[in-house]
């Protein structure tokens, strides 16, 4: 999904037919930085159209570009970081997160706070059948 070592946006993901999604987050060595999750779920027109996961969220408007940040549960504890904290990833860690997809159509990773080093993110998306 993402393999950075700058603020990096990725494309959206569509989710529609899959209710968990699971994440692996890298870090490098040196890794300083922080990722947000984001979701959307089509309306209108958009339906088959990815929102714009790189707008500002103060600069999003209507429907089109109605993303939000989105709640992860930390596999580690089970403990749940709040989707407008983001992950904190320090040094040479892996992180394992749970996103609950119901009902989201899209999904998308931004890495960003980056004060050094490089995140590689991996997901796999699991369906109910």
């Known amino acids: 999904m993402v393999d950075a070592g ?4 990725s ?14 987050i ?8 922080k990722v947000f999750v984001k979701g959307a779920i089509s309306t209108g027109t958009e339906l ?7 707008i500002l969220s103060s600069q999003r408007e209507g429907t089109k570009n109605a993303w939000d ?8 504890d089970n403990a749940s970081i709040d989707g407008d904290t ?12 749970e996103v609950n997809t119901n009902y989201l159509d899209w999904l998308a990773v931004h ?3 980056i004060v050094a080093g490089t995140v590689t993110i ?3 998306f699991i369906s109910n059948e």
């Open 6 to 9: 700058a603020t990096t946006v």
């Open 122 to 124: 991996v997901g796999a």
């Open 69 to 76: 940040f989105i709640d992860v549960v930390d596999l580690q």
């Open 86 to 97: 983001g992950i904190n990833l320090s040094g040479n860690r892996t992180r394992l997160v």
């Open 111 to 113: 890495a960003t706070g």
């Open 11 to 24: 494309t959206g993901y569509r989710v529609t037919d899959y209710k968990t999604c699971v994440l692996s």
């Open 26 to 33: 890298l870090g490098s060595t040196n890794a300083n930085l």
């Open 48 to 54: 088959d159209t990815a929102p714009s996961f790189t």
